[in-house]
């Protein structure tokens, strides 16, 4: 079946620093790759997302390319602000109608100033 | 646009008791999902509709129940609540197709 694996946190920077969170998959055939947000309190929002391989998704100064020969969706920033603090899912899923999600465990991830 | 919204946002049960939590989507969209999060597990798919009238089972069904009232509201039973319930239940609805999810603030559960 379907997995997702992300590195454990909790990762915790200083501002400015730069971000990597890794995430790699188990899937068969071609499943579209997700990024989500979750800031305290709140639902997950989509960060950034890409339909097919070597596609990159961009969002905030976020950035992710899908691999598929590494099967990896790697979450990168140049530089966080203390905003950035949150916990990161990566996700897997399939188009067309009942997409399912496949989530990864999540990354909570600390700016200080 | 409120997006989806979920009721209630806490609530403390007693073992065996039983509620509903509920949901509702302004967007339109055809598909719907409970997830349950718990830490360091992720989401976890309960039920899921992929349209008014149909709803299926995810990965953790057991010891819940779900209606799809019509194409807004999809709301999540628990008929007799037990400690391992205890967790955050996040409704989504999909957009199709595309995949983007759109989530609730959730509810966070705790059965005592």
């Known amino acids: 079946g379907n997995s997702v694996t992300q590195m454990e946190g909790p990762v915790t920077l200083s501002e400015e620093a730069f971000l990597t969170i890794n995430c790699t998959y188990t899937?068969?055939?071609?499943?579209?790759l997700f990024w989500y947000v979750q800031y305290p309190g709140e639902g997950l929002q989509l960060l950034l997302k890409?339909?097919?391989?070597?596609d990159k998704g961009s969002n905030k100064g976020f950035e992710a390319t899908y691999r598929k020969e590494t099967t990896s969706f790697h979450l990168e920033k140049g530089s966080v602000q203390v905003s950035d603090s949150a916990v990161y899912f990566c996700?897997?899923?399939?188009?067309?109608?009942?997409?399912?999600?496949?989530f990864g465990g999540g990354t909570r991830v600390l700016v200080k100033p | 646009n409120a997006g989806v919204t979920q009721t209630p946002k806490f609530q403390v049960l007693k073992t065996g008791q039983s509620m509903t939590l509920q949901c509702a989507q302004d967007?339109?969209?055809?598909?719907m999902y409970w997830y349950r999060q718990d830490p360091g597990m992720g989401l976890r798919l309960i039920y899921y509709?992929?349209?008014?009238?149909?709803?299926d089972k995810g990965e953790v069904p057991n010891g819940y129940n779900v209606s799809r009232l019509n194409k807004r509201e999809f709301s999540l039973r628990l008929e007799s609540a037990a400690p391992s319930q205890t967790s955050v239940y996040f409704c989504?609805?999909?957009?199709?197709?595309?995949?983007?999810?759109?989530f609730g603030q959730g509810t966070r559960l705790t059965v005592v």
């Open positions: 890409a339909t097919k391989a070597d």
């Open positions: 967007m339109n969209h055809n598909s």
């Open positions: 989504a609805s999909f957009r199709d197709p595309g995949g983007e999810a759109f």
């Open positions: 996700a897997l899923g399939r188009g067309a109608a009942g997409n399912k999600l496949t």
């Open positions: 899937a068969t055939g071609y499943p579209s």
């Open positions: 509709s992929a349209s008014e009238g149909t709803t």
